[in-house]
């Protein structure tokens, strides 16, 4: 698009001198002065390097934006797979079964969704790569169910059937990242009910506060009535002592 752009400019600019080379020669005809023509044209500056730096600048920005592939894009290819991943997998110690699996996955990618860079250009989904490894290094899944979607030569990989307890973990990663970076600034009924919220949290820590300080001004007042009341003597209490019985 950029070059297009600057295409149009230069025959734009091409045109317009053309025609003041035409009027010149009119005038020429006609007898009259052109030397204050011939000295406006000589003194029109060319396009200078800041403008040029300026052009390049877009036309790298237009490329960018067009490079990039974005949400609307429309995949290329779209396919569900089931991959068998035992016989292989196998072959391969124990301790690096999980590894293999995912090695099987890619090369089985690259080979029926036809990417000509090989296995570098499949890009396995986080809840598949855990779904591989929930069981450990040791004991991968035998087979596994997926899709697969191919936008502009890099093949991206999920789950087809998702578990219940992967979707739960994947509406909670969504959640907090909405906490983290909210997308939409909040309206004026959100603010509204978290300023009444926080307000209703105020009043109930005060309302603690004052509930714990009549209590202790409650056991301070006992304690002092308690003081000045008169101690009253209390009888001594006699022990009945055992006799001895009679012979």
């Not at 003041?20 to 500056?45: L, R």
């Not at 060319?46 to 995949?75: F, N, V, Y």
């Not at 991959?83 to 089985?108: G, H, M, S, T």
């Amino acid at each position: 698009m950029a070059e297009k752009k600057s295409e149009k400019k230069k025959l734009e600019d091409y045109k317009k001198s053309n025609e003041e080379v035409e009027k010149i020669v009119e005038k020429a005809k006609k007898g009259e002065d052109i030397s204050k023509d011939i000295k406006n044209s000589e003194s029109k500056p060319e396009t200078t390097a800041q403008e040029k730096k300026s052009e390049k600048k877009e036309a790298q920005k237009s490329d960018k934006k067009t490079s990039k592939p974005t949400e609307e894009t429309k995949p290329e290819l779209e396919r569900e797979y089931i991959i068998p991943l035992r016989k292989k997998v196998q072959k391969v110690p124990r301790y690096k079964r999980a590894k293999k699996a995912i090695k099987v996955i890619r090369e089985f990618l690259a080979r029926h969704m036809k990417v000509e860079d090989g296995p570098r250009k499949i890009k396995i989904n986080k809840w598949l790569n855990q779904e591989i490894w929930f069981r450990g290094i040791k004991k991968p899944p035998a087979k596994i169910k997926v899709k697969a979607s191919k936008i502009e030569g890099i093949v991206k990989v999920e789950l087809s059937e998702i578990p219940e307890k992967v979707k739960f973990d994947m509406q909670k990663e969504e959640k907090r990242k909405k906490e983290i970076h909210p997308s939409k600034k909040p309206t004026k009924k959100a603010e509204e009910e978290r300023k009444e919220e926080k307000q209703d949290e105020i009043e109930k820590e005060e309302k603690e506060k004052a509930s714990i300080e009549a209590g202790l001004e409650k056991q301070k007042i006992e304690a002092k009535e308690m003081k000045h009341t008169a101690k009253v003597k209390q009888p001594k209490q006699t022990q009945i002592h055992r006799k001895a019985m009679k012979r």
